[in-house]
Nanobody, 124 residues
Framework: QVQLVESGGGSVQAGASLRLSCVASGYNVSGYCMGWFRQPPGKEREGVAF???????TYVDSVKGRFTISRDKAKNTLYLQMNSLKVEDSAMYYCAARSSWYCNPIRDVAFPSWGQGTQVTVSS
């Protein structure tokens, strides 16, 4: 089982930037699909951004142009650069991984490995 540990969350004002990191251990995840989900309080978890082993990326419409997902295969690390943060981006952000070269279907139940989450709070 892949272990995932996120970091980089925090409390910021609207318009600020944050960079989330997710370090994987236990397995070389260079051939894995990896992604970020988020769950605001009282709401369902949603997929935010995903990157496959070919470095092809997918984003939910609400973050396109503001968030960038990337990975450093040598460091077994996933990143999420979040710019122009909005209040509605506030949520617990989770890193997830699956042992599949490609990411489709992008559903949380398709990802067996999850981190513990890192909180992002954006105030107006």
């Amino acid at each position: 089982q892949v272990q995932l540990v996120e970091s980089g969350g925090g409390s910021v004002q609207a318009g600020a930037s944050l960079r989330l990191s997710c370090v994987a251990s236990g397995y070389n995840v260079s051939g894995y699909c990896m992604g970020w989900f988020r769950q605001p309080p009282g709401k369902e978890r949603e997929g935010v951004a995903f990157i496959n082993a070919d470095l092809v990326t997918t984003y939910v419409d609400s973050v396109k142009g503001r968030f960038t997902i990337s990975r450093d295969k040598a460091k077994n690390t996933l990143y999420l650069q979040m710019n122009s943060l909005k209040v509605e981006d506030s949520a617990m952000y989770y890193c997830a991984a699956r042992s599949s070269w490609y990411c489709n279907p992008i559903r949380d139940v398709a990802f067996p490995s999850w981190g513990q989450g890192t909180q992002v709070t954006v105030s107006s």
